[in-house]
């Protein structure tokens, strides 16, 4: 059973630029909730996705946008990309119940 | 927001108890204490999660005092694996995730 997978695993954007990360929950997970994680802090909750929508957000702006696809699996897109973005990125699933999954994360740098 | 209050740093010695606290002074009535471990370059991984009094799994036990202010996460005879951050979340992530807060996390060092 495979648990939650992120691609890509690094990336390298410069400021400005637009980066989509991807996120396919653990099998029978409908919800998906994305963190963003900065060094030696902890993770910060962004937004999470139930039934392809919008749940519940946190405290981040705009740019940060995301989807949920029929089949669970998500995207985090963040636009104008700036050096403070540089974070990893994760994303848990669960269902129904408190205890989330998170996977290995996609570690992003703006240049 | 609960505001979410870990030691930066512990030590210890392989086969030695480690005991953890947490500080949540203002947690919600609806909030759970979940605590997690994370590798470098890896997701956080679930530990063990309660509510109120005390929780225990083959991995860990959690205290949790009748006024649920802080929480103790402990980790019995502890091995050069454990090394790892440990991070408590408070809140009912699954309906109210924005709500959830996670620490700054405490590294521990095992040491043989």
């Known amino acids: 059973d495979a648990g939650v997978t992120q691609s890509p695993t690094h990336l390298i954007k410069t400021r400005g630029q637009q980066v989509t990360l991807r996120c396919s929950p653990k099998?029978?997970?409908?919800?998906v909730s994305w963190y963003q994680q900065a060094l030696g802090q902890g993770p910060q909750f962004i937004f999470q996705y139930y039934e392809e929508e919008e749940r519940q957000r946190g405290n981040f702006p705009d740019r940060f946008s995301g989807h949920q696809f029929p089949n669970y699996s998500s995207e985090l897109n963040v636009n104008a990309l700036l050096l403070g973005d540089s974070a990893l990125y994760l994303c848990?699933?669960?269902?129904?119940?408190?205890?989330?999954?998170f996977g290995p994360g996609t570690r992003l740098t703006v240049t | 927001l609960a505001k979410i209050t870990q030691p930066i740093s512990m030590d210890s010695y392989e086969g030695q108890e480690v005991n953890i606290t947490c500080s949540h002074n203002n947690i919600a009535t609806n909030d759970y204490i979940t605590w997690y471990q994370q590798f470098p370059s890896q997701g956080p991984r679930f530990i063990i999660q309660g509510y109120k009094t005390k929780v225990t799994n083959e991995v860990a036990s959690l205290f949790i005092p009748a006024d649920r202010k802080s929480s103790t996460l402990s980790l019995p005879r502890v091995s050069l694996s454990d090394t790892a951050v440990y991070y408590c979340l408070v809140g009912a992530y699954n309906t109210n995730a924005g709500k959830s807060t996670f620490g700054d996390g405490t590294t521990l060092t095992v040491k043989p």
């Open positions: 848990a699933s669960s269902l129904a119940r408190y205890e989330q999954y």
């Open positions: 099998s029978g997970h409908d919800t």
